[in-house]
């Protein structure tokens, strides 16, 4: 059970690594689509494919350098964020 959940903890930062590059790229989807005026669905499809596949290789290099744990902790432990000095 313990390592069932610890399994959902990882999978869910591995997600969370991946939704910051697809985020960028859609919102440049609908920037572009605003400009273009060309099919919706075309045009999202062009600028998430790659930034799925940018977040993938980045959270596979992440899982596999520093660890998703430590990546996540460094990120949210920062002296800026959380307030310390």
Not at 28 to 51: C, K, N, R
Not at 58 to 73: D, M, S, T, Y
Request: aromatic share 10%; hydrophobic share 60%.
């Amino acid at each position: 059970m313990i390592r069932l959940l610890g399994l959902l903890v990882v999978s869910l930062l591995w997600l969370g690594v991946i939704a910051s590059p697809v985020l960028v790229s859609s919102i440049l989807g609908v920037a572009v689509f605003q400009m273009v005026e060309f099919s919706f669905g075309l045009v999202m499809l062009f600028f998430i494919t790659p930034g799925i596949l940018i977040g993938v290789l980045w959270a596979e290099k992440v899982r596999r350098g520093v660890g998703l744990i430590a990546f996540w902790g460094r990120l949210v432990g920062h002296p800026e964020i959380d307030g310390s000095r």
